[in-house]
Nanobody, 121 residues
Framework: QVQLVESGGGSVQSGGSLRLSCAVSGYTYTRGWFRQAPGKEREGVAAIDNLGSTSYTDSVKGRFIISQDSVGKTLYLQMNSLKPEDTAMYYC??????????????????GGQGTQVTVSS
């Protein structure tokens, strides 16, 4: 069984940075992050697979970087130049099969409990 545990959320001012981490147990092929702001639908943010291929939603390109350790057991999301509109609960997601890039992260088989990111202006 796959388990995902996120950490690293918090509050930061606009323009600041945060790094989210996700500890991954069990076999996964594709891993990623999605977020959900109050009153909004879940939004895929970034994804990475076992080949190292990455994808990002347009609104975070050039600001966020998804990465993983060499064995794919820790997933990271480095978030730079944060904006108030990035405020959301961020969830780590994973799937043992290829399910598509960032847009499909909310539908990956496994998800974590989430970590809150709040960006103030």
């Amino acid at each position: 069984q796959v388990q995902l545990v996120e950490s690293g959320g918090g509050s930061v001012q606009s323009g600041g940075s945060l790094r989210l981490s996700c500890a991954v147990s069990g076999y996964t092929y594709t891993r990623g992050w999605f977020r959900q702001a109050p009153g909004k639908e879940r939004e895929g943010v970034a994804a990475i697979d076992n080949l190292g291929s990455t994808s990002y939603t347009d609104s975070v390109k050039g600001r966020f970087i998804i990465s993983q350790d060499s064995v794919g057991k820790t997933l990271y999301l480095q978030m730079n130049s944060l904006k108030p509109e990035d405020t959301a609960m961020y969830y780590c997601a994973a799937d043992p099969h290829y399910r598509g890039g960032y847009a499909y992260t909310p539908r990956y088989t496994f998800g974590g409990q989430g970590t809150q990111v709040t960006v103030s202006s």
